[in-house]
Every structure is written in structure tokens, then in C-alpha cells.
Nanobody, 121 residues
Framework: QVQLVESGGGLVQAGGSLRLSCAAS????????MDWYRQAPGNQRELVAA???????NYADSVKGRFTISRDNAKNTVYLQMNSLKPEDTAVYYC???????????????WGQGTQVTVSS
């Protein structure tokens, strides 16, 4: 099995910064695309940022220029640096990873449990 554990959420004032981490553990052969999603109360889960195994990135328009996704392949960890936070960034943030496990013929998706980010005005 594979586990994803997020950390780094919390309460911050508008204009502040947070850095989220998502560490994967388990029987991982290769660690492919990794994404950060968020879900605010009453809203659908939305893609915030994505990074491929090669390091190419993609961002939602609402966070471009403020958020940065990165990864450390040696640590099987993906990060989300969030700057200039706004109250509308308040949500539960989830990481999702595309992973190939040892002895598995297919790639699989795994989700973390989520971490709360609250931005006060």
C-alpha cells in the first residue's frame, strides 16, 4: 500500500504564507505526477497545482504567481508554497499522487487525508 501524509496547514492572516508538504511512503517503485487540490465548504474539489515527474508544472488561474509546486523525488515528497494568501484560499488541501508500486503492472492514484488552510481577513 501507499500512504500520503500532508502537513503544514494552519491559520494565517491575509497576505501571509504557508508551505504544505505531502510525503508518500510504502511500496513505491516510481512516483509520477503529483497534484494539489482544495475543497472549500459547499464547493467541488478543484485542482490547484500539478507537477509531472519531469518537473513541468501547471496552476489554476486563481493561484498563478502566488503558489509554487515543487517536488523532492529522493524523499517522495511534494510541496506547495503559498504566498500572498487570500481569504478565498481557505479550504482543505489534498495531495494526489500517481504511483507505480513494486510488482504492480499499473499506475494507481492515491489521495492524502487533507490539511486545513484558513486565511483570515
Amino acid at each position: 500500500q501507499v500512504q500520503l501524509v500532508e502537513s503544514g496547514g494552519g491559520l494565517v492572516q491575509a497576505g501571509g504564507s504557508l508551505r504544505l508538504s505531502c510525503a508518500a511512503s510504502g511500496s513505491i517503485f516510481s512516483f509520477n505526477a503529483m497534484d494539489w487540490y482544495r475543497q472549500a465548504p459547499g464547493n467541488q474539489r478543484e485542482l490547484v497545482a500539478a507537477i509531472t515527474s519531469g518537473g513541468s508544472t501547471n496552476y489554476a488561474d486563481s493561484v498563478k504567481g502566488r503558489f509554487t509546486i515543487s517536488r523532492d523525488n529522493a524523499k517522495n515528497t511534494v510541496y506547495l508554497q503559498m504566498n500572498s494568501l487570500k481569504p478565498e484560499d481557505t479550504a482543505v488541501y489534498y495531495c494526489k499522487a500517481n504511483v507505480k508500486r513494486y510488482y504492480s503492472p499499473v499506475n494507481e492514484y492515491y489521495w492524502g487525508q487533507g490539511t486545513q488552510v484558513t486565511v483570515s481577513s
